[in-house]
């Protein structure tokens, strides 16, 4: 149940590069896992069991432990219908609901359309890393893209008020349309306006945020801890999106995936920590999704793009556990020496905008689609 005093809100976490699903939750119990992994299986005392079939990797205890207090849900085989190994265009797919055309709308641009009909509020939707991601495009959906919480802004290089104040003038002069009208300059007008307030609404959070959590130094600890300084703002930020980077693992895996999946699964604790200090966790809940898995036997470093991946949904509201079959490993069930995917990503959108966020599944990801009990 979500609080009935707070608005519910989505953090949205991108593993960017295709994280290995065998080795993020490790069939442990099948020889078949162990055969096609000779140089990258995870020996099974180190394996965190779930069941007497799969575990968390041993990098994931931070997430194992959440998963044992009943905060994880596991959405095990989840992808799309004819899968596409290529990183741009499966991201693209995951992007914009759009498996079989090339999509111009992301989905959680059209989740803070519905949430915010009217415009109102310029941060309902706020990205932590570099560029707007495509999920969150939508013309005439104002997002906020921030790589730098302390630091952004516009003109913030201009240190002298006054000098400050007349040259955002000047750039507000610039995007408004003074010559000329029509659709194209009245957008144009309004992003630029759209961007200073925003701007200078998120310049306040940091002042804001006082914590004694003290986040794990790294990229995605960051990111995160820059959405929590947002989140307790009460800004009225709904949608939050960032990513971390790395999962393209073809060499030099057995060291690089252990790193990711350490700070990840820590940064993950430090924020939830964070937001239960000062009381704000209820309402808050993660998605973690990458593009595609990799292909179940290795490659003697690393592995090579697949199909067929893993989700988890993490936070209070879930009800924990594992969702979804996971896929079978034998030599005649695989596609090309792929996982098989069996449950739609739509089916998961769904669920977290019908069952979390109170919207119409439909219109959001593009049809009716199978979803989870993990809300």
């Known amino acids: 149940m979500t609080s009935t005093h707070r608005d519910p809100i989505l953090v949205v976490l991108q593993l960017t590069g295709g994280n290995d699903y065998l080795n993020t939750i490790v069939p442990y119990d099948n020889p078949i896992y162990y055969e096609?992994?000779?140089?990258?299986?995870?020996?099974?005392?180190?394996?965190?069991?779930?069941n007497g079939d799969f575990g968390f990797n041993p990098a994931m205890k931070p997430i194992w432990d959440l998963y044992n207090q009943g905060k994880v849900a596991v959405i095990?085989?989840?992808?799309?219908?004819?899968?596409?190994?290529?990183?741009?265009?499966s991201m693209d797919i995951w992007h914009t609901c759009e498996p079989d055309r090339v999509g111009t709308e992301g989905w959680l641009g059209r989740v803070i359309?519905?949430?915010d009909p009217n415009g109102e509020n310029v941060l309902t939707g706020v990205n932590f890393g570099r560029g707007l991601p495509r999920s969150m495009a939508l013309p005439g959906i104002p997002v906020a893209s921030v790589s730098d919480l302390e630091?952004?802004?516009?003109?913030?290089?201009?240190?002298?008020?006054?000098?400050?104040?007349?040259?955002?003038d000047a750039f507000a002069e610039m995007y408004a349309p003074a010559v000329g009208t029509g659709p194209v300059m009245d957008y144009l007008g309004q992003t630029g306006l759209e961007a200073l307030k925003g701007a200078d609404i998120l310049s306040t959070a940091?002042?804001?945020?006082?914590?004694?959590?003290?986040?794990?130094?790294?990229?995605?600890?960051?990111?995160?801890?820059?959405?929590?300084?947002?989140l307790l703002a009460d800004l009225g930020t709904r949608i939050f999106n960032t990513q971390h980077i790395g999962y393209d693992t073809h060499a030099n895996q057995g060291l690089y995936h252990l790193k990711l999946w350490t700070d990840l699964s820590q940064a993950i604790?430090?924020?939830?920590?964070?937001?239960?200090?000062?009381?704000?966790a209820e309402n808050v809940l993660m998605f973690v999704f990458t593009e595609f898995g990799r292909r179940v036997r290795d490659n003697g470093a690393g592995t090579d793009h697949g199909s067929g991946g893993v989700a988890f949904a993490?936070?209070?509201?879930?009800?924990?556990?594992m969702?979804?079959?996971?896929?079978s490993l034998k030599a005649e069930d695989l596609l090309e020496g792929d996982l098989r995917f069996n449950f739609d990503y739509r089916g998961a959108y769904g669920t977290l905008a019908e069952k979390w966020l109170g919207l119409d599944a439909v219109p959001i990801v593009g049809g009716n689609f199978e979803q989870l009990d993990f809300l």
């Open 269 to 280: 604790t430090d924020f939830y920590d964070d937001l239960r200090e000062h009381n704000a």
């Open 36 to 50: 096609n992994r000779p140089s990258l299986g995870i020996p099974v005392e180190d394996v965190m069991p779930i």
């Open 206 to 230: 940091p002042q804001k945020y006082h914590s004694t959590v003290e986040y794990s130094d790294s990229p995605i600890g960051r990111n995160l801890q820059g959405i929590a300084k947002v």
């Open 323 to 327: 969702y979804g079959e996971y896929p």
């Open 314 to 321: 993490i936070g209070d509201a879930v009800k924990g556990g």
């Open 76 to 89: 095990n085989g989840i992808g799309y219908p004819n899968p596409n190994r290529s990183h741009f265009r």
């Open 151 to 168: 630091t952004y802004g516009v003109l913030t290089g201009i240190k002298t008020q006054p000098r400050r104040d007349q040259a955002l």
């Open 113 to 115: 359309r519905d949430l």
